[in-house]
């Protein structure tokens, strides 16, 4: 009842039942912080008022549970906290009870911080007894319940689908569970409900939803885990408009529930302007710095490097860094390294400074290759650019793709660096028209850019066969800041355009109707026009809660190495388990 407890309920006999976060004993008088999920509150005992509940007191220890009844009166003057709801109140319990004693605790709650994660994940039910932990799954149900509540009005039915299921088509590796009864089959833990919840608006249910746990036997990787939920929607006779209204009225919603207000509609982007602007398909959009294309200005240049790179049908483009003249040479030597790190991958990284000139002109540039520019392609690089004086501009030329990945990152660690990224600072835009196929160089064939049940634009239809590379979808993800919170799509209810898709991804006939023919029957039986989203609620509520790490909003994560430092899990299980399901272990190879 702690932080319920405030001044109004002054005079009235109260019961109070949490932990003793701390008991001080200050000469006669002991003082106890009693809390609860809400906060805490002050219980004194004084034995000249009763001695009895004093004895009782001088037993307590740190995280005892006890209940304690009794009048609330104000605190003396001088001795109110302010920090706390309850601090202008204490009581001074008649009647005190012991409910629970407590070992001495691995951690001490108030101090979690700075305890080593493995350790806090190990004793996690004690972890979230400190308030600034609590509060992240406390956002969490107060997100989730507001979406619930505002798909629930916009008519959408929440349904549950299979947990062991077959193998969906979201491109990670799946999670197996072996059949007893079936000897050598498996069921597949769902990547997403993707085929069911398309197969329910074939059922006729217009408006689906689910908060929807998924998983995925990824790669280790700081933010990953292996069971995640996503707010998963699909909706019938329905455009990409009407799909991304209602995530907007969600997403706006959801922001509200922990009284953040967000404008709608949302920022929308091609995908196209998105690569050529940002360099990457998830811009972020607090800040500008867009990258510049120059790839014409250099082809007609004598600067032999780029003039050769723009000719073969490379780019080279370039970003504007504001106020960069600044840099020393040792700053910008720094930047080339990155850019040229295995991380980023650039070949090089030209740069032009605009000094601020001191003969009273605009500004005079500074760099190695300026002598290679005629004044007039000078004069349409700082036009395009909009450089002045302050300012230093980076140049990269390679393979489209490559300068996009170098100059995209390059431009989010300038930003970092000179804080241009105010987490208050809230922009999320739609990536829409993404590209239907991806050439996968390793296995030389396309691979499925979101998946092979999106739809293509109609008129790139024609496409499919002669020019893969360019057919853009009804495809869209929606970007927070530069984070992808979720994607969706309209899908193909036609069988004849799945099949000619299945045939660019290269899967004949028989893979197709071993892996979804279930859902290519469907189509077949009157499947409305349909299409939907997934937003992935842990990285949504861990944006929105304003921490960094996926695991403080989930009750009981996995560690980085996708182990429960708690339960153990996964582990090894006995002879007898593994013989009912027929199975054999083998030593793993031990890698050199
Ligand atoms: N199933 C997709 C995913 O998990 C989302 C969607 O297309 O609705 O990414």
């Known amino acids: 009842m702690s932080t319920s407890i405030t001044a109004a309920c002054l005079g009235q006999d109260v019961v109070v039942a949490g932990w003793v976060e701390t008991a001080r004993d200050l000469g006669g008088l002991i003082f106890i912080d009693l809390r609860d999920h809400r906060g805490t509150v002050q219980v004194v005992s004084d034995p000249s008022r009763n001695p009895e509940v004093h004895k009782v007191f001088e037993k307590l220890k740190s995280e005892y549970v006890i ?4 009048p609330v009166t104000i605190r003396p003057e001088g001795s109110e906290n302010t ?4 601090g202008a109140i204490e009581i001074y319990p008649t009647e005190v009870e012991i409910l629970n004693t407590s070992k001495v605790l691995p951690f001490q709650i108030d101090t979690v911080d700075t305890v080593n994660e493995d350790l806090r994940l190990r004793y996690r039910y004690l972890e979230l007894r400190n308030e600034a932990k609590r509060v992240h799954l406390i956002n969490r149900h107060k997100i989730v319940h507001a979406i619930r509540s505002y798909l629930n009005d916009e008519g959408f039915m929440e349904i549950e689908t299979p947990i062991l299921s077959k193998s969906t088509p979201e491109g990670a590796r799946d999670y197996l569970v072996p059949s007893r009864v079936h000897p050598n089959n498996f069921y597949a833990l769902p990547q997403s409900p993707q085929l069911y919840k398309q197969l329910l608006m074939m059922s006729g249910f217009e408006k689906y ?11 280790l990787r700081a933010d990953r885990q292996p069971e995640f939920t996503q707010i998963d929607l699909e909706m019938s006779f329905v455009t990409q408009e009407d799909i991304m ?10 922001f509200e529930a922990i009284d953040i207000q967000v404008e709608t509609p949302f920022l929308r982007m091609s995908h196209d302007d998105a690569m050529n602007f940002y360099g990457c398909d998830r811009p972020d959009m607090r800040f500008d710095m867009k990258l510049v294309d120059l790839t014409d200005v250099m082809a007609a240049s004598e600067f032999q490097a780029f003039a050769n790179i723009a000719k073969d049908g490379g780019k080279v483009k370039a970003i504007n860094y504001k106020g960069g003249a600044k840099l020393s040479r ?15 991958g650039a070949k090089g990284l030209a740069w032009i400074t605009y000094k601020v000139s001191e003969e009273g002109k605009p500004y005079e540039l500074q760099s190695p290759i300026v002598k290679f520019f005629k004044e007039a392609e000078l004069a349409e690089i700082t036009k395009r650019t909009g450089a002045e004086a302050g300012d230093v501009l980076l140049f990269v030329a390679d393979k489209t793709a490559l300068v996009h990945h170098v100059l995209g990152k390059l431009r989010l660690h300038i930003a970092k660096k000179e804080g241009l990224m105010d987490p208050k600072d809230i922009k999320l835009v739609w990536v829409v028209d993404f590209p239907m196929f991806e ?12 998946h092979p049940f999106t739809m293509p634009h109609r ?6 066969e002669t020019d893969p590379a360019g057919v853009k979808t009804y495809a869209y993800d929606i970007v927070f800041n530069g984070i992808e919170l979720g994607g969706g799509s309209i899908r193909v209810h036609n069988t004849e355009i799945q099949k000619r898709i299945f045939t660019t991804l290269g899967i004949d006939d028989a893979t197709a109707k071993d892996r979804f023919g279930f859902l290519l029957e469907a189509l077949e039986m009157g499947a409305p026009p349909h299409g939907g989203i997934a937003l992935g609620l842990d990285r949504f509520v861990m944006l929105l809660s304003g921490t960094e790490s996926i695991r403080d909003v989930i009750a009981f994560p996995k560690n980085q190495a996708a182990v429960c430092p708690l339960s153990s899990a996964p582990s090894g299980v006995d002879q007898e388990q593994l013989e009912e399901l027929f199975l054999k272990l083998v030593e793993p190879e031990v890698k050199e």
Do not use: P
């Open 67 to 70: 209940a304690c009844k009794g």
């Open 83 to 86: 920090s706390i709801k309850s």
């Open 209 to 219: 939803y689910q908060v929807a746990r998924c998983f995925r036997d990824e790669d």
């Open 245 to 254: 209204e209602a995530t907007e009225g969600m997403i706006r919603t959801a």
């Open 330 to 344: 040792k700053d910008i030597d720094d930047l080339r390294d990155l850019a040229m790190s295995h991380e980023y």
């Open 439 to 450: 050439y996968d160089e390793k296995s030389k064939r396309y691979k499925a850019n979101h």
């Open 459 to 464: 008129d790139h239809l024609e496409k499919l």
